[in-house]
């Protein structure tokens, strides 16, 4: 046991650079440009599928949020918002980098995620965009009506966080805590919080396979069990927590988790946009209808992908 507390030590920590890497780099993005990306009306046009697609394929659960909120107001349009909801990955892709920097092997997997994750939201969000063209029409943006931004896991990065204005002998002073704030403040609770989060995931993995007898049993009883892993996956992808997309990834690089339980988990792993979906808009059966068929859609996908893999 002191090997296993050891080795989930040594992964977290090599993790751990990376996260906050990529944690300050969103921030930035947040900060400088997903305000002007939320009001220069991109997302409601023909290429907003592909422009939320891009935006919600960054390490993040931030643009989901403003999606959710841009469509209960009727700025975007259903399958812009499945785009974003199926291509949002949350933590996945800062730990699946982190891993791939010490395992290449970790590369493949990185790029089939991508891939298909891409292809997912790029098609249900034309598809659904074009059949409810004439039924959905997109509101005229209004500015005020919307609250201040959202960042990662739906952290305020308004003006109450970079909008102050300080004067006299202080400036200089409050001008460094206010960069602090803006920047660094949040990125560092946030590799704090999902490095507790890779730790326990990899001790309670590595408890499991060191009493299972070692990782070859217990590959051979995870592959008898693979059909069962996609509903699984989707059941954990839907919890509205960071914690989530940690499990499912770490369970993927593990190989405790098929690709297609990985693919259908994280599809539907949307951070806090499906919460703030249910919060902001007054349409339960709209919510209730998207919210079904992004579950159906992962499981479709688990299964089909599952079973290429199966038969392969």
Known sequence: MLDVL???????ALLVPFLLAVHLLIELFEVKKLGSLKKSGLLAGGWAPLIGTGAALLPQCGFSVVASE????????AGTLLAVFVATSD???PILLGSAATDPSVWPKLGMLIGIKTAMALAVGYAVNFALRRRAPVAEYDEEELPHEHGCCGHSIGEEEHGRDHGGDEKKRSRAAEVFRTYFKHPIIHTLVITAFVFA???VLGTIIFLAGGE??????????????PLLAVVIGLIPNCASSVMITEMFVSGALV???AVAGLTVN?????????????DIRANLGITLGLVAYALAAGYIITAIGAAA
């Open 6 to 12: 050891l080795d989930s030590l040594k992964d977290t």
């Open 70 to 77: 841009l469509y209960s107001r009727k700025y975007i349009r």
């Open 91 to 93: 933590e996945a892709l």
């Open 201 to 203: 995931v990899n001790f």
């Open 216 to 229: 070859e049993i217990f590959a051979d009883f995870m592959s008898r069990g693979m059909w069962l892993q």
């Open 259 to 261: 690709p297609g339980a």
């Open 270 to 282: 949307a951070g806090l946009g499906l919460a703030v979906l249910f919060r902001e808009n007054k």
